[in-house]
């Protein structure tokens, strides 16, 4: 155990290389006792990471690691622990900071962080996390949530079998982090296409502070703090609270909300228009055939995850809740209906040129309508089932 004070770090993250950097150079400017450490994963798809250590003056402790099974965490579980460790333990320097690769989602390099260990050492004796940082451009970002590029296509992604979107990282990473560093403006001040980048930022992460790169406000933003736990239900989509309703410069969020439960054939036969109506979509739903299960709703790009949340505590004997943390209990009972318990139909739908209307009509129309509503769920357990290719068959 060290005798000197915990070591703060920083994890940065961003697709946009250029704004990542700077925002990293911003922090070493205004920190001279600060160190770098990044892992470039460009051969990643040859199972070799380049890790980099640098401060304001030079790079040093540059070395090629194995990437073991072909896991980005794992080679992050394996270097970066040991690295923080021994960076906190010289006590040379008074801040880390951490450079995600482009793709990489700040998420589970946090968790790593904040709870990993290291021999017989936890991590968490020695550094605090001190911020998370997202670095983007606006006038990029809409277009790039609009298409559906993998990140392979582009270098970015973490391994071989990595086959998530742009537009999926970078919501992701936007999600997540609670400073979100920008370019400061320039000639593209007031252009519609940085309004409408800086409105989706707003929309997509209402609580992040958005702050302007070479303007001397970074250091103190992203050493601010940072609560894993609440970062992690921030993006849990059972305990998630999602944006509110919102206007502005020509990007729009609907917030979807309904009690009945989906007909999973008509609701299935919708997806392809849902998901290609809006740049960002996310949320949990429910489906009739399946009232157990709260399924989780996350797009983007055109490209759309249905995955499982667990049970809904409605389906649960009273004496399982206590198996579920706090948070979801309390979410369940403030919001319980007296039919539906706290099943919920909550989508949160955000675009550039938002068809509000037309997404509400659609999503209404895959709703049970009254007479299958009175049929009750011996009925409704019986509706085809067209989410078998997205989810497991129903037992």
Same mark, same amino acid.
């Given at each position: 155990?060290?005798?000197?004070?915990?070591?703060?770090?920083?994890?940065?993250?961003?697709?946009?290389?250029?704004?990542?950097?700077?925002?990293?150079?911003?922090?070493?400017?205004?920190?001279?006792?600060?160190?770098?450490?990044?892992?470039?994963? /460009?051969?990643?798809?040859?199972?070799?990471?380049? /890790?980099?250590?640098?401060?304001?003056?030079? #790079?040093?402790?540059? =070395?090629?690691?194995?990437?073991?099974?072909?896991?980005?965490?794992?080679?992050?579980?394996?270097?970066?622990?040991?690295?923080?460790?021994?960076?906190?333990?010289?006590?040379?320097? &008074?801040? #880390?900071?951490?450079?995600?690769?482009? &793709?990489?989602?700040?998420?589970?390099?946090?968790?790593?962080?904040?709870?990993?260990?290291?021999?017989?050492?936890?991590?968490?004796?020695?550094?605090?996390?001190? &911020?998370?940082?997202? #670095?983007?451009?606006?006038? !990029?970002?809409?277009?790039?949530?609009?298409?559906?590029?993998?990140?392979?296509?582009?270098?970015?992604?973490?391994?071989?079998?990595?086959? $998530?979107?742009?537009?999926?990282?970078?919501?992701?990473?936007?999600?997540?982090?609670?400073?979100?560093?920008?370019? $400061?403006?320039? $000639?593209?001040?007031?252009?519609?296409? /940085?309004?409408?980048?800086?409105?989706?930022?707003?929309?997509?992460?209402?609580?992040?502070?958005?702050?302007?790169?070479?303007?001397?406000?970074?250091? $103190?933003?992203?050493?601010?703090?940072?609560?894993? =736990?609440?970062?992690?239900?921030?993006?849990?989509?059972?305990?998630?609270?999602?944006?509110?309703?919102?206007?502005?410069?020509?990007?729009?969020?609907?917030?979807?909300?309904? !009690?009945?439960?989906?007909?999973?054939?008509?609701?299935?036969?919708?997806?392809?228009?849902?998901?290609? +109506?809006?740049?960002?979509?996310?949320?949990?739903?429910?489906? +009739?055939?399946?009232?157990?299960?709260?399924?989780?709703?996350?797009?983007?790009?055109?490209?759309?995850?249905?995955?499982?949340?667990?049970?809904?505590?409605?389906?649960?004997?009273?004496?399982?809740?206590?198996?579920?943390?706090?948070?979801?209990? #309390?979410?369940? =009972?403030?919001?319980?209906?007296?039919?539906?318990?706290?099943?919920?139909?909550?989508?949160?739908?955000?675009?550039?040129?938002?068809?509000?209307? &037309?997404?509400?009509?659609?999503?209404?129309?895959?709703?049970?309508?009254?007479?299958?509503?009175?049929?009750?769920?011996?009925?409704?357990?019986?509706?085809?089932?067209?989410?078998?290719?997205?989810?497991?068959?129903?037992?």
């Amino acid at each position: 155990m060290t005798d000197h004070p915990k070591l703060p770090v920083v994890v940065v993250a961003g697709l946009h290389a250029d704004e990542r950097r700077r925002a990293v150079d911003e922090l070493l400017d205004h920190r001279v006792d600060a160190t770098v450490l990044h892992h470039d994963l /460009r051969d990643a798809s040859r199972g070799v990471v380049h /890790r980099v250590l640098r401060d304001q003056r030079q #790079a040093f402790g540059q =070395a090629e690691v194995e990437l073991t099974n072909d896991c980005a965490c794992c080679a992050l579980r394996e270097d970066l622990l040991p690295q923080l460790l021994r960076i906190a333990d010289e006590g040379r320097h &008074g801040l #880390a900071i951490v450079e995600l690769w482009g &793709g990489s989602d700040p998420h589970p390099a946090v968790e790593l962080i904040a709870g990993g260990e290291v021999g017989d050492r936890c991590l968490h004796d020695v550094v605090e996390l001190a &911020g998370v940082v997202m #670095a983007v451009d606006p006038l !990029r970002l809409v277009g790039e949530l609009s298409v559906s590029d993998d990140l392979a296509d582009h270098g970015l992604h973490t391994a071989v079998q990595d086959t $998530r979107t742009r537009a999926e990282a970078l919501a992701h990473q936007i999600e997540y982090a609670t400073v979100l560093a920008v370019p $400061r403006a320039g $000639r593209d001040r007031g252009t519609p296409e /940085r309004r409408a980048g800086l409105a989706m930022l707003h929309q997509l992460h209402p609580t992040a502070r958005i702050v302007p790169l070479a303007t001397g406000s970074l250091v $103190r933003s992203a050493l601010a703090g940072f609560d894993v =736990a609440a970062a992690r239900d921030r993006v849990n989509p059972a305990v998630a609270l999602l944006p509110q309703e919102r206007d502005e410069a020509g990007v729009a969020t609907l917030v979807w909300e309904r !009690r009945r439960p989906l007909h999973p054939a008509r609701l299935y036969e919708a997806l392809e228009l849902l998901v290609s +109506a809006a740049q960002r979509s996310r949320g949990r739903f429910w489906l +009739a055939n399946r009232p157990d299960l709260m399924l989780a709703w996350d797009a983007a790009g055109g490209s759309l995850a249905v995955e499982e949340c667990g049970p809904w505590l409605a389906a649960l004997p009273d004496a399982a809740w206590e198996l579920y943390p706090p948070t979801r209990r #309390a979410a369940a =009972a403030l919001d319980w209906h007296p039919s539906h318990g706290d099943r919920i139909q909550q989508l949160a739908f955000t675009a550039d040129g938002l068809d509000a209307d &037309g997404i509400t009509e659609l999503l209404d129309s895959c709703l049970l309508t009254d007479a299958e509503l009175l049929a009750g769920e011996p009925g409704w357990r019986a509706l085809p089932d067209a989410f078998d290719e997205l989810l497991d068959p129903v037992t």
